[in-house]
């Protein structure tokens, strides 16, 4: 579904990708790891067009996207949950989530129902504001909004980031749910173990490279993976 092969991107002179690589298939949930600065956000904004790459090649549902426009990328199915979650502060929950809904077809069809269906407490606050929100509920909320586009793919950038240890198994679990769907899903996160227990396969950047790819299982035996590319 989603491919990426030889991607580079840079900030004006300083380069940050230099070659990362790595694929999605359908109904396959793929985490993106590495530490702080590593260059995985930059991935993410590459492939949704948000950076226009440098060199390398992006490729969704079988058509290149390299270096499409945001909103052209969005339409051929991504629907992305950004770092910081972004909801849009003036606006309440349900105007949040209907701002983006779209009929597109995915591995199921959301609507407003489901989707508070899926996050309860979106469906208590709907009234309220983006800013009246607590972290926790906003990221639901921009998980919501996201699944609100009906995406083939799914993507989370820093998927549990600031969050209290409750809402964030909570957002697991959502997770969990979204693949037990064949919701395919590319996940940036720092929790190992979390990721590990659903994810199909991971894939580690280095210095804005691919360095590792593999499964849960290789991921957890492989001890020194942690220590040489994931450890502070």
């Not at 579904?1 to 999605?24: E, H, I, K, P, W």
């Not at 508070?116 to 921009?142: D, I, V």
């Not at 590990?196 to 991921?219: C, N, Q, Y």
Request: include cysteine; charged fraction near 20%; hydrophobic fraction near 45%.
């Amino acid at each position: 579904m989603l491919f990426v092969r030889n991607l580079q991107a840079s900030y004006g002179a300083a380069q940050v990708l230099f070659d990362v690589s790595l694929t999605v298939q359908t109904g396959e949930v793929v985490t993106l790891l590495g530490r702080n600065g590593m260059g995985k956000t930059t991935t993410i904004r590459s492939i949704m067009g948000l950076l226009r790459p440098r060199g390398g090649e992006v490729h969704f549902d079988g058509a290149a996207v390299t270096g499409l426009a945001p909103y052209r990328v969005a339409k051929t199915g991504i629907g992305l949950v950004p770092e910081g979650r972004q909801v849009f502060p003036t606006l309440t929950v349900e105007e949040n989530l209907v701002a983006t809904a779209s009929a597109r077809t995915g591995s199921r069809r959301w609507t407003l129902d489901a989707v508070y269906e899926l996050f309860p407490r979106l469906k208590e606050r709907r009234l309220n504001l983006g800013t009246q929100l607590s972290g926790g509920e906003q990221q639901m909320l921009a998980i919501g909004r996201a699944l609100m586009t009906n995406p083939k793919l799914l993507i989370l950038d820093e998927a549990t980031e600031g969050l209290a240890p409750l809402i964030r198994a909570e957002i697991w679990d959502c997770l969990k749910r979204l693949r037990g769907e064949r919701q395919s899903i590319l996940v940036i996160d720092k929790n190992v173990n979390a990721l590990a227990a659903f994810a199909d396969r991971h894939v580690i950047l280095e210095k804005g490279r691919t360095v590792w790819m593999g499964t849960s299982a290789e991921l957890m035996a492989d001890t020194s993976l942690k220590d040489r590319y994931l450890h502070v």
